[in-house]
RNA sequence: GAAGCAGGCCGGACGGUCGCCGUGCCGCAGUUGCGGUGCGGAGGAAAGUCGGGACUCCACAGGGCAGCGUAGCGGGUAACUCCCGUCCGCCGUGAGGCGAGGAUCAGAGCAACAGAGACGAGCCGGUUAAGUCCGGGUGAAACGGGCAAUCUCUACGCGGAGCAACACCAAAUAGGCAGACGACGACGCGGCCCGCCGAGUCUGCGGGUAGGUGGCUUGAGCGCCGCGGCAACGCGUCGCCCAGAGGAAUGACCGUCAUAGCCCGCAAGGGCCGUAACAGAAUCCCGCUUACAGGCUUGCUUCACAC
């Protein structure tokens, strides 16, 4: 069994597949509230976190933006301990973003990550 | 040299580490996969989705009406509301810019203010043989026309929906159809056989959802050169293959060098800042429109200076 995932990497393993995979997360009771956004946590499969993200429009209107956002929410997420913690994650952007706060989100999704593994 | 006009082009480069998507090869795994390695991986607008096509499915004898679109003339194109040439009108000293630029003896309609009267001819004053001639403050326009981006007429064009199109594969659940079995159940007055009904069980079939695959990137393609053409563009030789995701990859960090900006210096130069504007492919093309830090470049105009 090849199964081991490379150190940083960040494959389809950890994401959701399909339509609507989301919807179970977001109703998981267990939320933490960060500066902009909610992060919600549901038990997932052993030793392999999955993560998303559900960034509406409303919150950044450009695709850019929002391409942006995942982006380095992603980024976060590869390098942080809980990609191997089993769980799904998904962050659900609640305030609008703009262009200049690029440091602030990065800083808020290790920030919410931190304090799901810490919470174990 | 200073102002300006019209185009064309670029819109960081190189390297390293860690990742992501696609793909060729190799190895492992009876498949899904996993590992290694090579190669490819956002834009000039990828945007708005405004015109036009290709491609699919649906509809369709032929013709007309209605509706919509276009409008000097000629050309280009698969096609266009696009592009090129040219005429006319207006603007500009000029290079140039702008223009829905066919028709109002086929017909209808034309606001407000002013004015006696506004699309109909009449009205008022003077004059004459005679509606014969002259004038009428106003107003953009007053007897003669104007407006067709008001309807209309003429000519030409136009079927509808869109890749979430469409084609194929295909769980689970509910229901449909067919067949088999079928309780010590119902009916054939009772029992057995038999027939028939039958909850249910099994099998098969078809529709169909989730899901998957195809469509999906080689194309009105790109580059060089030659030829034809004032040009748009066309033809030909040779070379090239240039993202294909799918809740949606193209990212993060670090060096070096250049660019803009700022500071010091007479200068050579040094230092600071740290990649910068608009912005992220979604079936594919041709256009148009809109956004945009900074930079390169071609032709031309006016003025000034010099010879």
Not at 10 to 38: D, E, N, Q, T
Not at 67 to 76: G, I, P, Q, V
């Amino acid at each position: 069994m090849t199964r081991g995932a490379r150190k940083e990497g960040l494959s389809r393993r950890h994401r959701f597949a399909g339509r609507g995979a989301f919807v179970s997360a977001l109703r998981s009771p267990r939320k933490l509230r960060g500066a902009s956004s909610i992060l919600h946590v549901l038990a997932g499969r052993p030793g392999q976190s999955r993560f998303g993200l559900a960034l509406p429009k409303r919150i950044a209107r450009r695709a850019v933006d929002r391409n942006r956002m995942k982006r380095l929410a992603r980024e976060a997420f590869r390098r942080h301990a809980v990609k191997a913690a089993g769980l799904d994650l998904v962050i659900a952007g609640r305030q609008p973003f703009s262009r200049n706060e690029e440091s602030r989100w990065v800083a808020e999704v290790r920030g919410l990550l931190d304090r799901v593994a810490g919470e174990r």
